[in-house]
């Protein structure tokens, strides 16, 4: 399990609150060589880290400090908020039930600029190898024009920003929807991309869709086998399941050969 890629999902959401700097610095204490965070994009072009596009009812709280409502989730849509109305909404204060060893701190969601730079200055402090990340975009044919730009529009303020923030070469993006890692592979070759699966459907009639052999391959990891595995590798992919929490199911994995865990 040495050369395993070990990812922390979300930073280290366990512990501190999911996709906030915080919990990112909070990942880097253990051996976690990538940071797995998910971004979307502001009214005003940022890219911005975030599970959902739009304020979630689970963790965040409105401006009045009163918990987001369900209902409220579809006013609340990051693409047609600006950035710095975005930072305004604390979405860690609440803490999450989830996660009861979560530390509760009121924190924004930040921008994909501001987790590489709070990065980047905590390995220089504290001698530490810069990690690589993995960027999901979080696109979907329904949320075009609405909650998130269309994919090449999308992947182009992704990749513009990972060149500008000096990480292309430690970056993949990861995507469930082909679209947007066709667009990365069109404009950008060269990057590493991991196509994410949650359907049964087989690695090849998934590769057939996606048009291209990206580097990695990302299953649920309840959809590996020994044979899937074999099937990657023989295509010359490396196959990095998600998420795993349990270690007896990452130890199960590791056995089976895969090249790493989303946990």
Known sequence: AEQSDWQGHRGARG???????PAFLEALKYPVKTL????????DSQVVVSHEPWMSHHICQT?????VTEEQEDSLILFQLPYQIIQRY?????????????????????TLRAVVEAVRA?????ERKMPDFNIEIKSRPEWDGVKTPEPSTFARLVLQEVQNLDIAGR????SFDMRSLQAVHRQAPEITTAL???????VES????LGYVPEIYSPYYKLVSANVVDTVHEKGMRIIPWTVNEVEEMETLIEMGVDGIIT
């Not at 512990?15 to 700097?21: A, G, R």
């Not at 797995?36 to 009214?43: A, F, T």
């Not at 998934?206 to 869709?209: T, V």
Request: contains cysteine.
């Open 196 to 202: 994410l699966v949650a359907n049964p459907g087989g």
């Open 36 to 43: 797995e965070l998910d971004v979307v994009i502001s009214r």
């Open 122 to 126: 905590y390995c220089n402090t504290n």
């Open 171 to 174: 970056t993949c993006i990861q």
């Open 206 to 209: 998934n590769l057939e869709d």
């Open 15 to 21: 512990l501190m609150p999911e996709k906030t700097v």
């Open 90 to 110: 604390d979405c860690g204060g609440r803490g999450n039930e989830g996660f009861p060893e979560q530390q509760a701190l009121s924190v924004a969601k930040p």
């Open 63 to 67: 401006m009045e400090e009163e918990p």
